[in-house]
């Protein structure tokens, strides 16, 4: 008889035969910027994560720091909108002066900066808008300047986010021009038009002020479809693919593990962390065990990394069970 509970029989067995690991070192943690001054604001929706200005930034990027995490992910939320997002590419703007001061203090923490349009467009999608409908190609020049003035103001990595095609190539082509040829592009490849986003959405103030994102996001009901979107980017030139949201959507992200040699990045998105946050607040799960389960299934789908707004959390919890 086959005796699979041999190798379960210790501890020191299990460990020995363990596949897969959640470390500190996968983990990037997303941020919410704000303009203005000396605030630090929660976020009802998403306890535990706050937007914080410029200023009062210090405080979590040395928690950042200390838990051990290498990557953040930054979001801006700006004073003014309007018609074409003028504020992502501002040089003065919330996102490139988080760069600049998360730079001067922690050099080797990895600055990975959102590309969309959406947190700064009066409409709230994430592209020019055009008698009710989303601009592709006249979008693609807003997204490479947001780009470059991201890198310029010394971003490592930039991420755009908007799912309009042929993005991944004009921001390479953007970057290259201006000489930053070693900024890397992480693509959100497969990213669905999920119900998932809600908190996230309040957190950056960025929901559609008519329609919805489905003429440019992924409908849900499409998995084979993501993997042409993933071809896509990759034959663009990005560095890192991004599937999102992460645990109702593994197995695009396991499809997605399997026909891509480049880095892959599972998100777990906001409601995800919404869900498990309510769940464990009043008392009905375990926190601790459900997300360090939840990151251990992203891994175990393929997941080189993953973007999650518990990974402070995590992190420390990791570090703990050594
Ligand atoms: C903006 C953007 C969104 C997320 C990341 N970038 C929201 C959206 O597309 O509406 C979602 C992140 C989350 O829910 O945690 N394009
Ligand atoms: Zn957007």
């Known amino acids: 008889m086959e005796r699979l509970r041999r190798l379960r029989r210790t501890a020191a067995i299990r460990d020995l035969v363990r596949e897969n690991h959640v470390r500190a070192d996968d983990l990037i943690y997303p941020l919410f910027v704000a ?10 929706s998403m306890p535990g994560v706050s937007q914080y200005t410029v200023d009062r930034l210090g405080e979590v ?3 950042v720091v200390s838990a ?4 953040v992910l930054l979001f801006g939320i700006p004073d003014h909108k309007d018609e074409q997002g003028s504020g992502a590419w501002d040089e003065e703007g919330p996102v490139c002066r988080a ?13 990975i900066a959102d590309v969309c349009l959406c947190e700064y467009t009066s409409h709230g999608h994430c592209g020019l808008v055009h008698d009710g409908s989303i601009l592709n190609d006249a979008t693609l020049p807003l997204l490479a300047k ?14 755009p986010s908007d799912m309009m095609d042929g993005r991944v190539a004009a921001i390479r082509a953007a970057l290259d ?4 040829v070693d900024v890397a592009v992480m693509s959100y490849s497969a990213k669905f038009a999920s119900a998932y986003y809600g908190p996230f959405r309040d957190a950056a103030g960025s929901a559609p002020q008519f329609g919805d994102r489905r003429t440019y996001q992924m409908d849900p009901a499409n998995g084979r479809e993501a993997l042409r979107e993933v071809a ?6 990005a560095d890192f693919i991004i599937a999102k949201p992460a645990l109702a959507y593994l197995d695009v992200l396991a499809r997605t593990c399997d026909v891509c040699d480049l880095p892959v990045v ?12 309510a769940a464990a607040a009043n008392g009905w799960i375990d926190e601790r065990r459900v997300v360090l389960e939840n990151l251990l299934a992203m891994k175990r789908a393929g997941a080189r990394m993953i973007i999650t707004y518990h990974a402070l959390d995590a992190a420390e919890w990791i570090h703990e069970e050594r």
Do not use: C, H, Q
């Open 146 to 159: 947001s780009a470059v003035a991201y890198a310029r103001a010394g971003a490592d990595i930039v991420a």
């Open 68 to 71: 051990g995490v290498k990557a």
């Open 232 to 237: 896509a980017d990759v034959a663009e030139g």
């Open 99 to 111: 760069i600049r001061a998360i730079k001067a203090r922690a050099p080797g923490l990895v600055v």
């Open 35 to 44: 303009a203005g001054n000396d605030s630090v604001t929660p976020v009802e």
């Open 177 to 180: 021009e201006s000489g930053f």
């Open 266 to 277: 599972a998100y777990n998105v906001s409601g995800e962390y919404a869900m498990v946050k």
């Open 61 to 63: 990027i040395d928690r």
